[in-house]
């Protein structure tokens, strides 16, 4: 899954194990700096842990981007109850591929994240939750934490400090909405993954009703080096407000799909041209959506932007998980359309009505769309019914529907009109899968 | 219900991992271990499950009707899931997953009928830099071609008849 060198624009921070002879032991991450970060975090004050996660600008890698170290300040610490840290790998998000590589080649490094964001909240246990087609990742994970724990990194008096943590792998089943924080934390109680109700949020009410930090795999991977260097050395490598490296998947048309480790704010178009070795075929860049299928279009002519949260904010889209998925002219966006609102349709959980209802609307309208049985109101209705999505469902899921959907009607309308009247889909000669 | 010793090894470590007082936290994965090695949630299963966990088949049946990983019968020896979501969609998956069917004369979430192969279309799984992707039971197998899954079939076929795992 590694190309065999890493692109000459990567800065490796959070990969820098990935190529290294047995990456996933803990002899090799002891023998480049694994749990000297964490050994660090036993000598700082746990707020002084906080400050400096707060300094990275280290900003939530699962999609939302919020400032990792004001989540962490949100913990009371004062509570008596127990308080938990939550690790979510539950990668669903289509186009990123991203904490996988993360747990195959450098487990050590969530442990340690994890271990850190425990000492600075004062937590006793984590949980990793993974989804269930990982299966070959809990084994690998599963090895770690028994690495650690014969290290006693793990456990009781952790390095004789009188720090108590433990960690376990916990299995989702197949569910997108898993992905989702507050219905993660109910399918880790056993439970359908139906979201809850926000505030009150994870911090303060999480796993079991208690305190919890809740946070994506790449995010804990990067904390590590962020306690070693500083919040600042971390920050620097980024831009302003979007500290770091991020770890961007990068699909689709082009020459070198992979993932790839760039500073935040990298340009989209030298991405696409440069890291991933241009589009295949010589063809021309049509379209990307930048961060995960749920994030809305970009035409080719608005890629010449930087990717940090903020940028691609402002192109009125999203960083989102940094699943850049790239297609060529040859595409046809109604059919891409189509099949990102059939997987919405399917992972929606039918909790709350618009989401239940608008997604599956959605979905059958773009399919007869392509299917050459649209009618010109059509076009309409789907940004209508996107539209009246639009934060009005429970949880995020069908804002995550809504976005794409009315991102392809606005930008893309004359190829939706293009299928009109019974004409065949002029991108392909003869099937619709969609 | 009687496991084998590595499944059940399993099951301790996973209710191990619960909270005091928060069993029924290991349901999800506990549904899917049992699954891997029984085939399919079963009503044996469920009532294990219940006895196991001390809760009502009915929040088991609640669970077991939301992930879409867990099923009532079983699959095939060799589940064959092919992603067909975007990312796969532009390297193909579409065409692989109709090569599939013809292939083995069988449609989504069908079973050939000597119970060898089974067939899913599946939403994302994680290989969006590397398809059209498929998993077979929990293997991953990368950039598929028409080709490379015939031989894929055909080894997984030999496989069979020397009866080794795959």
């Known amino acids: ?434 | 219900m009687k496991f084998s010793d590595e499944t059940e090894a399993r099951l301790q470590r996973l209710m191990a991992s619960c909270p005091p007082g928060n069993k029924r936290s290991a349901l999800v994965p506990m549904l899917l271990f049992i699954q891997d090695e029984v085939g399919a949630i079963t009503p044996e299963v469920i009532q294990e499950v219940c006895s196991r966990l001390e809760v009502s088949p009915l929040e088991v049946e609640e669970v077991v009707s939301y992930y879409s990983m867990l099923r009532r019968k079983p699959a095939g020896r060799y589940h064959l899931q092919i992603c067909t979501n975007i990312s796969c969609m532009l390297a193909g998956g579409a065409e692989l997953f109709e090569h599939a069917c013809r292939k083995l004369g069988i449609g989504h979430q069908g079973v050939t009928e000597d119970g060898l192969f089974s067939l899913e279309e599946v939403e994302c799984i994680g290989a969006c830099c590397w398809g059209p992707a498929l998993q077979v039971n929990y293997n991953y197998y990368h950039n598929m071609t028409p080709e490379a899954f015939d031989r894929l079939i055909e080894q997984l076929r030999r496989n069979h008849s020397g009866r080794s795992e795959p």
């Open chain 1, 1 to 434: 899954m590694l190309h065999p060198e890493p692109h000459p624009a990567e800065v490796l921070v959070l990969t820098r194990r990935f190529r290294l002879p047995n990456s996933a032991s803990i002899e090799t991450y002891l023998a480049t700096q694994g749990y000297e970060a964490f050994r660090k975090a036993l000598t700082m004050a746990p707020e002084d842990i906080i400050e400096e996660v707060k300094k990275s600008n280290l900003r939530g890698r699962g999609g939302a981007g919020f400032p990792t170290g004001l989540k962490w300040s949100f913990v009371p610490r004062q509570s008596p109850k127990p308080k938990y840290i939550v690790a979510n790998a539950d990668e669903g998000e289509p186009g990123t591929c991203k904490d996988r590589l993360l747990m195959q080649y450098d487990p050590h490094a969530l442990l340690e994240g994890m271990l850190i964001a425990a000492r600075a909240v004062g937590a006793s246990a984590g949980y990793i939750y993974i989804r269930g087609e990982y299966r070959y990742l809990i084994e690998i994970l599963d090895r770690a934490i028994e690495e650690a724990r014969q290290h006693g990194f793990l456990g009781r008096n952790i390095l004789g400090s009188g720090m108590d943590f433990e960690i376990y792998t916990h299995s989702g089943a197949g569910s997108y909405e898993c992905g989702e924080e507050t219905a993660l934390l109910e399918s880790l109680e056993g439970k359908r993954g139906v979201p809850r109700l926000r505030p009150p949020f994870p911090a303060t009410s999480g796993a079991f009703g208690c305190p919890t930090v809740l946070n994506n795999v790449e995010t804990f991977c990067a904390v590590p080096p962020i306690i070693l260097h500083g919040g600042l050395a971390f920050a620097n490598l980024g831009t302003p407000k979007n500290g770091g490296t991020r770890l961007f998947a990068i699909s689709g048309h082009v020459n070198r799909p992979g993932v790839y480790e760039l500073p935040m704010g990298f340009n989209l178009l030298r991405m696409i041209h440069e890291v991933a070795g241009g589009i295949r075929g010589g063809r021309k860049l049509k379209a990307v959506i930048p961060g995960g299928s749920s994030c809305p279009v970009l035409r080719a002519e608005e890629c010449d932007l930087p990717m940090d949260f903020d940028s691609v904010a402002r192109a009125g889209s999203m960083l989102g998980s940094g699943g850049v998925i790239v297609m060529d002219e040859t595409t046809c966006m109604v059919r891409a359309a189509a099949r990102i609102l059939r997987f919405y349709a399917h992972e929606s959980c039918g909790f709350c009505t618009p989401c239940r209802e608008g997604t599956r609307w959605l979905s059958q309208i773009l399919s007869r769309f392509h299917r050459g049985e649209g009618r010109r109101e059509d076009i309409d209705l789907i940004a209508e019914i996107a539209r009246n999505m639009l934060g009005r469902t429970f949880c995020p899921l069908g804002d995550a529907a809504a976005m794409p959907a009315l991102s392809y009607v606005q930008k893309f309308r004359e190829e939706f009109e293009a299928h009109l009247e019974g004409k065949p889909c002029p991108y392909e000669e003869v099937t619709v899968h969609a």
